[in-house]
């Protein structure tokens, strides 16, 4: 049967539901792999056909948005009527009559290797390696996955964004551990990140201005192969805790770097793919120029230690097609490398730069953005 509307043409719609019917759907949603609005869209068609479903209470609800096709945004509103009730009380009901036909899989083995391991990492800086880690980091998080996000720039960028302090340069810090240098656990470090659906479950390991030593301090060090093991030695500890370990890397091709990479390898007895790094990049020549570089260091640590280290996908950052040819042509070229693939495209939008601004995490800020949305396709990409 063909629908009475064309599924591309659709419009924004928002409605009022309680936090815990946002969760579900989201949680729910990524577990089968399925956006948001086609998950919505589904349950709408669905409950236009059903008769006496019972309320949902949407007491204390707040702002939800998704998109329907702009015809069955018409008729759901029609059926509201029909029904005396309220559009709210018609969108909450389709997504419980959603998640009812669509319950959740069957949970997957534990896994033996612990948290999947996900590094962001591009030689060059300002590719936006930090918005992008933090967005997506939120986006896991939203779906119920206990995720831990680490700054692992000397620089600290991703920390004073969120609006935490960087640790004291004469406290314990990740490079003081990696370095046997602190004392207590790395644990005590770790601090919660509040708001959103992902409440609960993202925390953040901090920033210390001591990471700016770590490089020449791994250079110099006497034991064998602690230049590429010393961040998975130091997390280790943290690993059984967490389904999710994202790290926004340094803009370098140093010693750190190569610790990142050998951290997110992939272990033996781990699937294909279920860690691995993702490159943020731009839309010009540069970005590639930086790509070169990355790779081959990439390459030389897979032949030197004989490991295999996932290349999961660009996401190409900051995207405006306005730019002109330099920008089209550009992203053209990223698709046409085919493996890795490009995971997504954020748009050029002021919803992360003004999340910078009031510190606040994106998925705070603008849930129901284009950019938010993005990172929630790249979550749902990375964690398939």
């Known amino acids: ?34 956006d948001i609005q086609d998950a919505v869209t589904e349950g709408v068609e669905a409950w236009r056909q059903a008769q006496n479903r019972p309320a949902v209470d949407t007491a204390g609800g707040t702002s939800f948005a998704t998109y329907l096709p702009a015809g069955l945004y018409g008729k759901l509103k029609e059926n509201c009527k029909a029904r ?50 933090a967005g997506v980091a939120q986006a896991l998080a939203e779906t119920g996955h206990r995720t831990l996000l680490i700054d692992f720039d000397p620089q600290g960028h991703l920390t004073k964004q969120l609006g935490y302090p960087m640790l ?3 406290e314990a810090s990740l490079a003081k551990h990696m370095l046997k240098e602190a004392k207590g656990d790395l644990s005590e470090l770790l601090v919660p990140i509040k708001g959103g659906d992902f409440e609960d479950h993202l925390w953040l390991l901090p920033a210390c201005k001591d990471a700016f030593l770590l490089d ?33 890397c340094p803009p370098s091709l140093g010693y750190s770097m190569d610790t990142a990479l050998y951290y997110c390898r992939t272990r033996d007895g781990e699937e294909p793919s ?8 731009l839309a010009e020549d540069s970005s590639a120029d930086a790509y070169d570089m990355l790779y081959d260091q990439v390459q030389d640590l897979i032949e030197d230690m004989d490991i295999h280290i996932a290349l999961l996908g660009f996401v190409v950052n900051m995207y405006d097609s306005r ?29 992360q730069r003004e999340a910078v601004r009031v510190k606040k995490p994106l998925l705070v800020h603008a849930p129901y953005g284009d950019q938010a949305d993005v990172m929630r396709t790249v979550a749902r990409r990375i964690s398939a």
């Open 1 to 34: 049967m063909t629908a009475p509307y064309d599924p591309n043409d659709r419009e924004k719609v928002v409605a009022k539901l309680p936090a815990e019917l946002r969760k579900e759907l989201k949680v729910r949603a990524a577990e089968l792999g399925k």
């Open 323 to 351: 730019k002109g040819y330099v920008a089209t042509s550009s992203l053209d070229e990223w698709r046409n490398i085919g493996e890795p693939p490009v995971l997504a495209v954020v748009p050029e939008l002021k919803d």
């Open 168 to 170: 004291d340069i004469d």
């Open 274 to 281: 279920t860690s691995g790094i993702v490159v943020p990049v």
């Open 216 to 248: 020449a301090k791994l250079a110099t060090a006497k034991a064998v192969r602690i230049k590429e093991t010393a961040l998975e030695k130091a997390l280790e500890p943290l690993e059984q805790d967490f389904d999710y370990i994202v790290v926004d």
């Open 84 to 133: 005396s009730i309220t559009y709210n009380q018609g969108i909450a009901q389709s997504i419980r009559l959603w998640l009812d036909d669509n319950p959740s899989p069957r949970p997957r083995p534990a896994r033996v290797t612990g948290a999947r391991r996900i590094i962001f990492g591009n030689q060059k800086g300002g590719v936006g390696k930090t918005s992008v880690s």
